[in-house]
């Protein structure tokens, strides 16, 4: 195509005088005064333009043929599979087109061009914004800002997580819900996540009352109470969950319990320093609430029982303090076949990772621990991705692209500012707001790497989203 447009060009000496108006015909002569030899030119020139325009549409129809090949349609349509090098191929397609590469018919192709690599862009945007569950302010419908109800609408958004000042009462929380899937393209599959551990952690306290773990352990080792019941108890709790709405829980805490740990221990927050108390215990919680269609996340993997520091505020190691029995509960759990997500810590562990990555992002912590020789292969969801260990340490988009990469699946964002409490900000709107656009330019940055031809990055992606749609597909506790 090039070359024929070189030939095009060398040819402009003739081309020129041909159509200078010394040289057209009136309608009143009889004869033309052109040249004899710009006329044969002239031929020629047509004869280079036709089979230029000839070449280009074949070039133009093996590319689209090579587009249309590269977008295989899942079962579900929010799920396309690109090829990044289709991708790159149309984006510098369009670029040569822009720089004249292309004579008379090139507007409307490049222009067609432009529409094919925007409507892959949104593509990835749907693609990457499903495994995206990010907080709000208010507690109701008119309360959401106009980002988050634009990403929600355009189904950029993959789910909506609660905390305190998300909740009213019952009716409210409730209609919330409602209203956030309703106005998903996702509908039901919308995620809606809400931490419900017992005690001081239950983001419903006004209206549900559940003790904490801590005491709930102790009365099952002292034999005050049974599996079956308390499996009875979580699930009387799971209906009343289910009714408002949510479709995850993030617990059982399956830490072991150390006094001297501030944010574990501290708040009564786990059930046992006994690895079986915690199994029997958490076994109760995942098959009660996973009755009325709750799933359930263990945390935090490999453990934070151990830890003296709090990964809201900063970096956390828990090197010098763990201990192996803190990962029983876990391989016991997963031996007995439960259906249940996990969640990965932000602490350090050098005894695992040497060089000391948080577990989030940890290629031997997630992708060869946790999946491979635990073989856990359930859907793996962040904690909160803006909090004071991972957001005042590190990039947060290349935490974001490789805690994909080593396996984990769905990505929070709480835009709670409280969740990093160095920061010091105090609740409001609109430090929240804030907070949504750093999630959501996350979000953006990542299908920029995709476009830009990180393969792995986008395998990752397609990976996380099948595993979404097959947990939906299988009915598994995930009521997507």
């Excluded at 915690?278 to 830890?307: R, Y």
């Excluded at 476009?451 to 099948?466: C, F, K, P, T």
């Amino acid at each position: 195509m090039t070359q024929s447009i070189n030939k095009h060009l060398r040819l402009e000496k003739y081309f020129i005088p041909f159509f200078n108006k010394k040289t057209i015909m009136k309608q009143s002569d009889k004869k033309r005064t052109t040249p004899f030899k710009s006329s044969i030119a002239f031929c020629l020139l047509l004869l280079q333009l036709l089979s230029g325009f000839r070449a280009g549409e074949i070039i133009n129809e093996k590319t689209t043929m090579q587009l249309d090949s590269s977008l295989e349609v899942n079962a579900s349509k929010a799920n396309p599979t690109l090829s990044t090098s289709t991708l790159q191929s149309a984006q510098s397609e369009t670029e040569s087109q822009e720089q004249g590469e292309c004579v008379n018919g090139g507007n409307e192709d490049n222009n067609s061009k432009k529409r094919e690599v925007e409507l892959r862009e949104d593509e990835l945007k749907r693609l990457v914004g499903r495994l995206f569950v990010i907080g709000a302010p208010g507690k109701y419908a008119d309360d959401l800002p106009e980002i988050y109800i634009t990403a929600l609408q355009a189904g950029e958004l993959g789910g909506f997580i609660a905390y305190n000042y998300n909740v009213e009462n019952k009716e409210q929380i409730t209609a919330l819900n409602k209203f956030l899937s309703e106005n998903s393209p996702l509908g039901s599959s919308f995620m809606r996540f809400v931490d419900l551990e017992g005690g001081r952690i239950n983001r419903l306290k006004d209206f549900i009352s559940l003790a904490s773990p801590k005491e709930l352990g102790r009365k099952i080792k002292e034999k005050k109470l049974n599996q079956t019941q308390l499996k009875k108890l979580y699930s009387k709790v799971g209906k009343q969950v289910a009714a408002c709405g949510f479709t995850m829980n993030l617990g059982p805490v399956v830490d072991l319990h150390d006094e001297n740990c501030p944010v574990i221990g501290g708040l009564e927050r786990s059930y046992s320093s006994d690895p079986s108390v915690v199994v029997e215990c958490a076994q109760a919680f995942i098959e009660g609430f996973g009755q009325h269609g709750i799933t359930t996340c263990l945390k935090h993997f490999p453990g934070h029982g151990s830890s003296r520091g709090d990964t809201h505020e900063d970096f956390v190691d828990v090197t010098k303090t763990f201990k192996n029995k803190e990962l029983e509960p876990y391989k016991k759990l997963f031996k007995k076949g439960v259906k249940t997500a996990v969640m990965p810590a932000h602490v350090v562990n050098k005894k695992l990772d040497q060089e000391g990555l948080p577990a989030t992002f940890s290629k031997k912590i997630i992708a060869n621990l946790l999946r491979k020789k635990l073989n856990f292969q359930g859907l793996i969801v962040s904690d909160a991705m803006d909090m004071g260990a991972i957001a005042n340490n590190y990039d947060p988009v290349d935490v974001a692209c490789n805690s994909l990469k080593v396996g984990v699946n769905v990505l929070i964002y709480s835009a709670n500012p409280a969740a990093n409490k160095k920061q010091g900000i105090i609740h409001d709107q609109e430090g929240e707001i804030s907070l949504i656009e750093k999630a959501i330019s996350v979000r953006d940055a990542i299908v920029s790497r995709i476009l830009e031809g990180d393969q792995e990055l986008l395998q990752a992606v397609q990976n996380s989203n099948e595993i979404l749609r097959n947990m939906s597909n299988e009915n598994c506790s995930l009521k997507l």
